[in-house]
T-cell receptor, first 110, second 114 residues
Framework: KNEVEQSPQNLTAQEGEFITINCSYS?????LHWLQQHPGGGIVSLFM???GKKKHGRLIATINIQEKHSSLHITASHPRDSAVYIC????????????FGKGTKLTVNP | DSGVTQTPKHLITATGQRVTLRCSPR?????VYWYQQSLDQGLQFLIQ???????AKGNILERFSAQQFPDLHSELNLSSLELGDSALYFC?????????????FGNGTRLTVT
């Protein structure tokens, strides 16, 4: 079993829909990252969080440390949101190593 | 634009060869991370440098080595290349070493070993 599990693996939505991508992890962590990888391959860091909730434009990330779970929400989705969204955790204990989920491929149709 | 520059963008080489991938971190960032993304393994942490010193090691093969130079740019050297080394190699930088600051990723180097 992977230390970081994402669901769903693939997600297809219509433009304007509310999107939720989930990330569960099995180890204690000091931080969780949400990354976006576009079809061209480049990776953009969306959020880094260790508690609570963060918002940036139409994107919202939440984390529940007790339940070892995080969600990424996209409101009013748009075709340009189509990408692979990757969750990554930094385990506790001073480790520098990020452990990555396998990603959720999102396709938003016009 | 993340401010992290990776060169080259694409590299095609033969088995047994050696290549060097280069990364210039975002201005002011002292920490550099290398990651490998293959189709079957996903993203994996290879190695981290902070201000010229190796800080952490992940799943990096003995055939691979890296260093960070005084001007803070970093190089990842891959030798005795095998078909399975074909992957996207990403560099990322951050201001702090301990995971307390966001990561900024380069656009990656796509390595194809034939």
């Amino acid at each position: 079993k992977n230390e970081v599990e994402q669901s769903p693996q693939n997600l297809t939505a219509q433009e304007g829909e509310f999107i939720t991508i989930n990330c569960s992890y099995s180890v204690g962590i000091s931080a969780l990252h949400w990354l976006q990888q576009h079809p061209g391959g480049g990776i953009v860091s969306l959020f880094m969080l260790s508690s609570g909730k963060k918002k940036h434009g139409r994107l919202i990330a939440t984390i529940n440390i007790q339940e070892k779970h995080s969600s990424l929400h996209i409101t009013a989705s748009h075709p340009r949101d189509s990408a692979v969204y990757i969750c990554a955790v930094r385990p506790q204990g001073g480790s520098e190593k990020l452990v990555f989920g396998k990603g959720t491929k999102l396709t938003v149709n016009p | 634009d993340s401010g992290v520059t990776q060169t080259p963008k694409h590299l095609i080489t033969a088995t047994g060869q050696r290549v060097t991938l280069r990364c210039s971190p975002r201005s002011g960032d002292l920490s550099v991370y290398w990651y490998q993304q293959s189709l079957d393994q996903g993203l994996q942490f290879l190695i981290q440098y902070y201000n010229g010193e190796e800080r952490a090691k992940g799943n990096i093969l003995e055939r691979f080595s890296a260093q960070q130079f005084p001007d803070l740019h970093s190089e990842l050297n891959l030798s005795s290349l095998e078909l399975g080394d074909s992957a996207l190699y990403f560099c990322a930088s951050s201001a702090l070493p301990g995971g307390g600051s966001p990561l900024h990723f380069g656009n990656g180097t796509r390595l194809t070993v034939t």
